[in-house]
């Protein structure tokens, strides 16, 4: 094996990592989790759920439990390629090995065009809880300080933001706990509910209309807006090149961030549907969480959840500023960016993707001044659920075609530390249960801007790479690139792309 993977220790000696191109290896397990975590629980939950009740109804724990299951079959096929081959920026990487560098290019701009407007809504949502709790002051103001923050964290040595993200998760999952543990007593009666039974039994859940009042199919057209609350498990992918023990982190997380979606999501909304009205949700009076409890009298805890708001903010901005540079820098060490932000600072962080991305963050954040948040944040949920459910379906892609350069290769599922169960039935229910979340899309007035923004964003980046002719063998010896075929060598001898078509029988050997 050539100097360049010299760090790669093949299956049959146990690898635990690769020189991912310098990054500091600084993350913990604790890190990973709470870095995905991040990424998922902001404030399109805490604010947004309040939408989708009121468009879905009670069945928007139905909604939830379906977006849980796609998040499973993403993260499982995720967690195979992250344990394989666990490099930094993965998912752009693994469809530039797997799938084609274009496709790839096409994926890796329109995220980190997604995030780059998203951060600021995510900031300027902060900004609007702050002048609530400090009235007089500009909500544009406190946007503009959270964006410091941020710019800082992210430029600064890795485990300094992972500790920083740990601890805003934690107030999250702590808050989501709480209304949990307060929704059942004030089911049980514990809490007075003004029901003569003392339980309030099944009065919310098919009292007006039943379980769907406004009909089955609105549930599958706000998917794409309710796949925005999902968005960030992706993050423990690119988490992968700076985590200290990628083939024990990795699984561990993906199990772990699978238990925690369900536990975080669909039971508090199972619960928030089984108390509060879903006539009276919405997002006008903040958070539909606080709007449930004080519907029973607990007026004092309007401010604890816009403190709670204000920190999911904060977490997903951080984590999402945290994804978009890897993502970057991954790009450029594919030939898709400039290549001065593949360049790493002192503190093996990505400094020029830093800089690159989070003046991009500016540039949206200073141009927000101009315009009402609150139709950019719903406009912004709606592109980022089209764009974040197309790198998903790229991550199954990829662990499809995966899966048969490792049969060419000749090797089967029993070489791999990691192994995503159901395959290819399950792969397959991920990728075209996604695809139907795309086309219901355009069905839905509110979100057809998710749509009309989210296919250019794919489509440009991967003419403009077409037209480039970029030389990605040369860029791989250039930058020590570890591909497929280092650390899965072929026992033939020859390479995949020397090898004949893949057979049939060969392709099962590798289920």
Known sequence: MSDQVKEVHLLETGFESFDDGGLKRG????????????GIIGSAFFLGTGTIVKDVGPSAFLA??????????????LGELAVAIPISGSF???ASEFISPSWAAGVGWSYVFNWMAYIPAECIAGGIIMKGFIPGTSEFMWAVLFGIVITVVNLSHVKAFGEIEFWLSIVKVFAIVFFC???????????????PTGTLGTQHLTGSGGLFPNGGFVLLTTMVMLLVNFQGVEIIGLTAGEAKDPSKTIPSAVRNITLRVVLLFMVPVFLLVSIFPWKDAGVEGGSVFAA???HYGLNWVAGLFSFVVLTAALSCANSGLYSTVRVTWAMAREGMAPKALAKLNKHHVPGNSALFVIGGVWVF????YFFSASKVFVALLSISGFTGTIAWISIIWSQMNFRKRLA????TTKDL????PGFPYLAHLGIWSMVACLVFCAFSESLRIGFYAGVPLLILPIIIHKLRNVDHELLAKVHKKVRFDDVFKPKHGKTVEESPAVAPEAVALAD
């Open 27 to 38: 993350l913990k397990n604790r890190h990973v989790m709470m870095i995905a975590l991040g």
């Open 64 to 77: 939830y439990a379906l977006g849980g299951l796609i998040v499973y079959l993403v993260m499982v096929a």
């Open 92 to 94: 752009v990487t693994y």
């Open 181 to 195: 543990i307060t929704a059942v007593l004030i089911f049980m009666g514990v809490i007075p509910n003004n029901s």
């Open 292 to 294: 449930a409890l004080q």
């Open 365 to 368: 954040l200073l141009g927000s």
């Open 408 to 411: 060419a290769n000749g090797y």
């Open 417 to 420: 530390k990691y192994v995503a």
